[in-house]
């Protein structure tokens, strides 16, 4: 069974994307495997399989990431962006 999760990105003022991860997306996972990549990696992923510190795991071809207001969970985990380092983020779902 997967672990889905979702990572926003902010691009501008009021607009985030959201990238999906299948596999997973627990956080003793993530934040581990998070820390080797930036948030142009990430969005340059657009939709991802599984995230690891040595790869990006994607589809191909990939969907385009959701792009909301604001971070917003729509699975079981949320990470985003903050103060330059990688956290499990509380959001509106």
Do not use: K, N
């Not at 069974?1 to 627990?26: C, F, K, L, N």
């Not at 589809?59 to 385009?64: G, I, K, T």
């Amino acid at each position: 069974m997967s672990t889905r999760a979702q990572i926003a990105i902010q691009t501008g003022p009021e607009e985030w994307a959201h990238v999906y991860v299948h596999y997973d997306g627990y956080p003793e996972h993530m934040l581990a495997a998070l820390h080797a990549w930036t948030p142009e990696d990430i969005l340059a992923a657009r939709e991802i399989r599984q995230v690891s510190a040595e790869a990006l795991d994607c589809f191909d071809p990939p969907r385009p990431p959701r792009v909301l207001p604001r971070p917003t969970r729509a699975f079981g985990h949320l990470y985003v962006w903050h103060d330059g380092t990688w956290a499990e983020a509380e959001a509106a779902q």
